[in-house]
């Protein structure tokens, strides 16, 4: 409670806005029911201290200069359940906030291929990893090396995956 929280959307939105972005718009992914009690009551069993499980978030799409696509063609909602990374306590996947393909693949399925797409919190490179399924140049950028190395690797599994499809 005593920690400060930001609203990271808004601040993201501002922030782009500010250095001339174009923010088209903004689509909600509804995770579903979410299972577990990280955030249940941190032993207070209190009615009023029960803190909402985190079970959508904002997907923020922002342009310079004029779109290339119908952003009305852009759904408001995507129902999508979250990667499952946690398996007896252990996070098996390696980061704390990955996302499932199907986000990134909402945009990447309406704009064309000469696009370039920017992920300035890239994390384990999902937005670079589907970018490279259509074919689409990606800069991603990550502040931490842990999860640069992460992204990096998913991305050569990905690669070494479609080296060996091609040639059986």
């Known amino acids: 409670m005593g920690k400060k929280i930001l609203i990271l959307s808004s601040y993201i939105s501002f922030m782009c806005r500010y250095i001339g972005f174009n923010h088209l718009g903004n689509v909600a992914w509804d995770k579903g029911e979410i299972e577990g009690n990280r955030n249940f009551n941190q032993g207070n069993y209190s009615p009023y201290y029960q803190a909402p499980h985190n079970c959508w978030e904002h997907i923020l799409i922002f342009s310079k200069g004029n779109p290339s696509f119908d952003i009305t063609k852009m759904p408001k909602i995507i ?9 007896k306590g252990k996070n098996i996947y390696g980061h704390t906030a990955p996302f499932p393909e199907k986000i990134p693949s909402l945009l990447f399925s309406l704009i064309t291929k000469d696009e370039i797409i920017l992920d ?5 490179m999902t937005t670079g990893r589907v970018a490279l399924k259509y074919g689409i140049k990606s800069i991603n ?3 931490h090396k842990y999860y640069c190395d992460l992204g990096l690797k998913l991305l050569e599994n990905q690669l070494s ?8």
């Open 120 to 124: 300035p919190f890239a994390g384990s």
């Open 161 to 168: 995956k479609n080296l060996q499809g091609s040639l059986f």
């Open 141 to 143: 950028i990550e502040l």
């Open 79 to 87: 129902k999508e359940q979250p990667i499952t990374k946690m398996v």
